[in-house]
């Protein structure tokens, strides 16, 4: 599994976060670390994150310490933001072109469409609507079959 692989916002906060999918996250990030893949985003994830992170805390669905750990663990993630010259245009050809109301999630799929890499993300929505076979939903993760 070597190579590059793009992330959004919702498969990194099931890492950050408590989630019924955060044992695949974590097991799918373990293994991409191990195979020394590197891991590439969209340049509005880093926005997304740090908001949903505080959202989280000023909400109190975390408490303010386990806030910060977070937003310290994601710091150390080592996700490399990627913006191609090109990603508006094509992110908003692409939300178009799949009928999406917003153009952010296309912004991760535009990303991994100009890498020629997979998308792993936690929206089972963004799946079931954009059927390219190089969008991934970290619920259909199994370690045997990647």
Same mark, same amino acid.
């Given at each position: 599994?070597? !190579?590059?692989?793009?992330?959004? #916002?919702? =498969?990194? *906060? ?8 955060? +044992? @695949? ?41 386990? !806030?910060?750990?977070?937003?310290? #663990?994601? =710091?150390? *993630? ?8 090109? +990603? @508006? ?58």
């Amino acid at each position: 599994m070597a !190579g590059k692989v793009c992330v959004d #916002a919702s =498969l990194v *906060l099931m890492l950050l976060l408590p989630h019924e999918l955060t +044992l @695949q996250a974590e097991t799918v990030w373990r293994r991409w670390l191990h195979d020394g893949t590197e891991l590439v985003t969209a340049p509005l994830f880093f926005a997304e994150v740090t908001s949903v992170l505080r959202e989280s805390v000023y909400f109190g669905r975390i408490l303010a310490e386990e !806030g910060e750990g977070a937003f310290n #663990a994601f =710091l150390k *993630l080592g996700v490399k933001g990627v913006g191609p010259a090109d +990603l @508006q245009p094509r992110a908003w050809d692409l939300a178009r072109e799949h009928h999406r109301p917003r153009a952010y999630d296309a912004q991760y799929l535009a990303v991994a469409e100009g890498l020629a890499c997979e998308i792993w993300t936690g929206d089972r929505r963004l799946v079931n609507s954009v059927p390219v076979p190089w969008l991934r939903w970290i619920g259909d993760y199994r370690p045997d079959r990647v």
